[in-house]
């Protein structure tokens, strides 16, 4: 069978995090940094190592099958891709922000200002959407100084934390767009074999990181209220244990209700809670 190539960050945010998906989805390749293209050992896969920018559009020529991108460099390039997966790394908010001082109250009072961002075709299109006219000055790096320098009265970019934004006096105002690293594939490729393979694997992965295996004890008068609170995941599994009147109770559960759960089992009697984590979960 032909070999899918898979475009992924050469170096930068969602280098590292790539690469782990794919080491997790049992893929064994060497992370050459220096060269462009590796193959991966046990699967009939090679892996292209490019600047984020490039990912959308090599894929969508169908140079690389496949690609790990943020949904922000997708949009902004308006490439023609098939949107297969979330990823659930590389989360980010693309904002607008304006001096901490600035008289700009309402998405409105933009119009006639000026906006500096790397993001002009995402902007463009979020300002038309809202019908203001403003001025998009794009620049490539260091966003967040043109205000300060006067080149701009507000910003439009990525912010995670806000720390970047507030040491430069700026204060974040709205939100443009949300994103995260995504699966992306050329069209035309969604039955391909090798594809829905990787697909399943990956899908295990990203299931397995949402869930837990817990391992509790509880004396057998108690194990009712225990499978209660434990309702919504499949009935889980009930061993005797050699002390007689206590059982061990098996079941996975999901990162989210995680800490609220925990604290209602001990509550109901739950003792010696372990708590795993789950490398894969196939359905
Ligand atoms: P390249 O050299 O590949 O062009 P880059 O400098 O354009 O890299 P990075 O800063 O590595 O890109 O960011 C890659 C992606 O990570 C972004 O496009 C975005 O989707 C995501 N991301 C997550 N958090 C942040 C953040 N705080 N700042 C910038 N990007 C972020
Ligand atoms: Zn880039």
Same mark, same amino acid.
């Given at each position: 069978?032909?070999?899918?190539?898979?475009?992924?960050?050469?170096?930068?945010?969602?280098?590292?995090?790539?690469?782990?998906?794919?080491?997790?989805?049992?893929?064994? &390749?060497?992370?050459?940094?220096?060269?462009?293209?590796?193959?991966? @050992?046990?699967?009939?896969?090679?892996?292209? &190592?490019?600047?984020?920018?490039?990912?959308?559009?090599?894929?969508?020529?169908?140079?690389?099958?496949?690609?790990?991108?943020?949904?922000?460099?997708?949009?902004?390039?308006?490439?023609?891709?098939?949107?297969?997966?979330?990823?659930? &790394?590389?989360?980010?908010?693309?904002?607008?922000?304006?001096?901490?001082?600035?008289?700009?109250?309402?998405?409105?009072?933009?119009?006639?200002?000026?906006?500096?961002?790397?993001?002009?075709?995402?902007?463009?299109?979020?300002?038309?959407?809202?019908?203001?006219?403003?001025?998009?000055?794009?620049? @490539?790096?260091?966003?967040?100084?043109?205000?300060?320098?006067g080149l701009s009265d507000a910003i439009c970019d990525i912010v995670s934390t806000g720390g970047t934004l507030k040491s430069?006096?700026?204060?974040? &105002?709205?939100?443009?767009?949300?994103?995260?690293?995504?699966?992306?594939?050329?069209?035309?490729?969604?039955?391909?074999?090798?594809?829905?393979?990787?697909?399943?694997? #990956?899908? @295990?992965?990203?299931?397995?990181?949402?869930?837990?295996?817990?391992?509790?004890?509880?004396?057998?008068?108690?194990?009712?209220?225990?499978?209660?609170?434990?309702?919504?995941?499949? @009935?889980?599994?009930?061993?005797?244990?050699?002390?007689?009147?206590?059982?061990?109770?098996?079941?996975?559960?999901?990162?989210?209700?995680?800490?609220?759960?925990?604290?209602?089992?001990?509550?109901?009697?739950?003792?010696?809670?372990?708590?795993?984590?789950?490398?894969? #979960? #196939?359905?």
């Open positions: 069978m032909k070999n899918l190539k898979i475009a992924i960050q050469k170096s930068g945010r969602l280098n590292e995090k790539s690469v782990q998906l794919l080491k997790n989805c049992g893929l064994d &390749f060497e992370n050459y940094k220096s060269s462009l293209i590796t193959s991966v @050992s046990n699967f009939n896969l090679e892996i292209l &190592f490019l600047r984020d920018d490039d990912i959308p559009g090599y894929v969508e020529e169908g140079i690389a099958d496949l690609g790990i991108v943020g949904e922000n460099v997708i949009d902004e390039t308006e490439s023609n891709v098939a949107y297969l997966q979330r990823l659930g &790394f590389g989360k980010c908010t693309l904002k607008l922000a304006i001096p901490r001082d600035s008289k700009i109250s309402d998405l409105k009072d933009l119009n006639g200002k000026s906006i500096a961002t790397s993001y002009p075709v995402i902007l463009k299109n979020f300002l038309e959407e809202y019908k203001i006219n403003a001025d998009i000055q794009t620049i @490539s790096g260091s966003v967040e100084i043109a205000p300060g320098l430069n006096g700026l204060k974040p &105002f709205a939100d443009v767009r949300k994103s995260e690293a995504i699966l992306i594939a050329r069209e035309g490729l969604e039955e391909n074999e090798i594809l829905m393979e990787l697909l399943q694997r #990956i899908q @295990s992965v990203l299931r397995a990181k949402e869930t837990k295996y817990v391992v509790l004890n509880v004396e057998k008068n108690n194990l009712e209220k225990v499978t209660e609170l434990l309702k919504g995941v499949k @009935s889980p599994t009930v061993v005797p244990l050699a002390e007689e009147g206590w059982v061990a109770v098996h079941t996975v559960i999901s990162e989210d209700d995680f800490w609220g759960k925990i604290n209602k089992l001990k509550s109901v009697g739950a003792q010696g809670i372990v708590v795993m984590p789950i490398e894969k #979960i #196939i359905l």
